[in-house]
């Protein structure tokens, strides 16, 4: 492979003054109700943690957009989570790794520490932590005997950074709820949902398929809530109804409270889900094409309020993916940008009228952008054709 950029892990932080992330100070004309790209950064597909351990060995060797496993250290891809800083850096949660259990044993679960320039168009990989499992919470066997933990272990999808500066992930394999410090060592056992239980999960008795556990994870403003929301349909429900769980930090308990997130197709999926205010969420639901087959990528603002009675939370389209204002020309040649990946599983608020939006790029596998070479990890933001009104504890 040529041009594989490795970024390294040990930068250091505290000098980083890089003006974020919104960049309020390009004017974004309003195109008719349609959203606005204000900004455009990639990170190169094949970028990797430096002097890491060895990653892909159980890909069989065969090559995908012209890049061939293994590789000597560890791809820095497949972005599943997002979590602004006050220092214009974000930390983004790597998914499990190339796709499912069985081939992702040697892929470390980290979060990885970022920082966009929309002048240069670039991403800067300026730290990271591995998630770990020092202190044994993990009540079956993990693959790695020094409790690194892996792809094979969870399928980390979802992230929130806690008051306390801990995070709090969604998993699918469980699905559960992990809780890591500051420093990615986990804090107590995994949490799992009443009820619902998907192959992956020890317990057997599945009613969940794979791969559909905790995609989105949104925090109350206060902190005190976390709201859990499932990528696929619990067996016996509704098609295409998904379900929004109530979390109860202080006690770590479910509350027992949970609402219905109605997919526009069933063969649709949710990518991320974060809150607005104490009823308000923003949803993203994305069919499964890319590149020419890509159709429906949006952004919805969900009300939990319900104010039609119908038992769904209440759905308002406030990005069209497949649909966005490029008068600038941030993005390409053309006046329309689109956002055509098969995953794009994180969005966060920037200020009121601002959205930052990154995709999934499961390196080495989706090429959305350009046919037969792999998705750089695309950071883009876009300003809405009408104010969010959040909560103003999100806009700090």
Do not use: C
């Amino acid at each position: 492979m040529r041009n594989l950029r490795r970024a390294g892990i040990g930068a250091s932080l505290g000098v980083l003054t890089l003006a974020l992330a919104a960049p309020s100070a390009v004017a974004a004309p309003k195109a008719e109700g349609r959203v606005t790209l204000t900004g455009f950064a990639a990170l190169p597909a094949a970028t990797f943690v430096s002097a890491s351990d060895p990653s892909g060995s159980l890909l069989g060797g065969t090559p995908s957009n012209g890049i061939t496993p293994p590789f000597a250290d560890q791809p820095i891809q497949g972005f599943s989570g997002i979590v602004r800083n006050g220092d214009g850096t974000f930390d983004v949660l790597s998914d499990n790794g190339y796709g499912n259990k069985a081939n992702s044993a040697d892929f470390v679960l980290r979060i990885q520490r970022v920082a966009p320039d929309y002048r240069t168009k670039t991403v800067d990989v300026v730290g990271g932590i591995n998630l770990t499992d020092p202190n044994s919470f993990v009540p079956f066997a993990l693959t790695r005997p020094d409790r690194v933990l892996t792809g094979s272990d969870f399928d980390v999808e979802s992230i929130q950074r806690a008051k306390d500066g801990t995070y709090w992930i969604g998993d699918e394999f469980g699905p559960y709820l992990l809780h890591f410090d500051r420093a990615g060592r986990l804090l107590q056992a995994p949490i799992p949902l009443d009820g619902v239980r998907a192959p992956e999960n020890p317990a057997g008795n599945p009613n969940l398929n794979s791969s559909k556990g905790f995609e989105g994870l949104a925090q109350s403003p206060d902190g005190r809530k976390l709201y859990a929301l499932l990528e696929g349909t619990v067996a016996g429900d509704t098609a295409g109804s998904l379900r929004l769980n109530e979390f109860d930090v202080a006690s770590a308990k479910y509350t027992g409270k949970r609402w219905i997130y109605q997919l526009e197709d069933p063969a649709n999926a949710i990518g991320d889900a974060i809150a607005v205010d104490d009823d308000r969420f923003l949803v993203i639901e994305r069919d499964n094409g890319q590149g020419a087959t890509a159709k429906f990528k949006r952004i919805y603002l969900a009300d939990r309020r319900d104010r039609n009675r119908d038992g769904k939370l209440d759905k308002t389209l406030v990005a069209d993916l497949m649909n966005i204002a490029d008068p600038r020309h941030l993005g390409g040649s053309a006046d329309t940008f689109t956002f055509p990946f098969q995953t794009i599983e994180d969005v966060v608020i920037l200020d009121d009228r601002t959205l930052g939006v990154v995709n999934d790029n499961n390196f080495p596998f989706s090429n959305g952008r350009t046919p037969g070479q792999p998705d750089n990890n695309e950071f883009i933001t876009i300003r809405l054709a009408d104010p969010l009104h959040a909560d103003k504890r999100f806009l700090r």
